[in-house]
T-cell receptor, first 114, second 114 residues
Framework: AQSVTQLGSHVSVSEGALVLLRCNYS??????LFWYVQYPNQGLQLLLK??????LVKGINGFEAEFKKSETSFHLTKPSAHMSDAAEYFC????????????FGKGTLLTVNP | GAGVSQSPSNKVTEKGKDVELRCDPI?????LYWYRQRLGQGLEFLIY????????KSGLPSDRFSAERTGESVSTLTIQRTQQEDSAVYLC????????????FGPGTRLTVT
């Protein structure tokens, strides 16, 4: 079985500050991990993915995430927040094999203050 | 190219009525997924189609929910005898053979059951 826990349903940062969104996963096999972003009234957009290559993954819009197996974590970071980063962020896991369905966390709403 | 499209974008229905939600995947994508997003929640997997294989229906919450897919194109999610707890955003995603674990999402259908 696979599961995802996102710590903090709401994170608020100032413009220009570091963004850190936390994600911990549970998987019985080496996982594939994803971060998606959802802007209001829109579908989900893939930010980045980990597929067992480099543990530090760079995505779009300046975001990156580091896979830490010992901590079962895949936290999302961005050095300097922009107002346009305000959105909901979802971490998701797929445990490989022949089924590609994703298990999602409950999401973290990011607010960026001017 | 064109992304995943869904229709209608919004649907309001009375309790007890049947509804059909449509998804047009990205052309050439062999895999198609339906997810449900309830207010303030993450995405729940509903059903997964992969080519001509039997669909994975393990996420369907009750026998009132069903889905069909015509070949590798359009899919329809049907909810019979709708209940208020069915109110949610229904998201469709598709993926290709080459990048199966990378899912592309549509904008969703917001279903409100009154």
């Amino acid at each position: 079985a696979q599961s995802v826990t996102q710590l903090g349903s709401h994170v608020s940062v100032s413009e220009g500050a570091l963004v850190l969104l936390r994600c911990n996963y549970s998987s019985s096999v080496p996982p594939y991990l994803f971060w998606y972003v959802q802007y209001p009234n829109q579908g989900l957009q893939l930010l980045l993915k980990y597929t067992s290559a480099a543990t530090l993954v760079k995505g779009i819009n300046g975001f990156e995430a580091e896979f830490k197996k010992s901590e079962t974590s895949f936290h999302l970071t961005k050095p300097s927040a922009h107002m346009s980063d305000a959105a909901e962020y979802f971490c998701a896991v797929n445990s490989g094999g022949s089924n590609y369905k994703l298990t999602f966390g409950k999401g973290t709403l990011l607010t960026v203050n001017p | 190219g064109a992304g995943v499209s869904q229709s209608p974008s919004n649907k309001v229905t009375e309790k007890g009525k049947d509804v059909e939600l449509r998804c047009d995947p990205i052309s050439g994508h062999t895999a198609l997924y339906w997810y449900r997003q309830r207010l303030g929640q993450g995405l729940e997997f509903l059903i997964y189609f992969q080519g001509n294989s039997a669909p994975d229906k393990s996420g369907l919450p009750s026998d009132r929910f069903s889905a069909e897919r015509t070949g590798e194109s359009v899919s329809t999610l049907t909810i019979q005898r709708t209940q208020q707890e069915d109110s949610a955003v229904y998201l469709c995603a598709s993926s290709s053979d080459s990048t199966r674990r990378e899912q592309y999402f549509g904008p969703g259908t917001r279903l409100t059951v009154t």
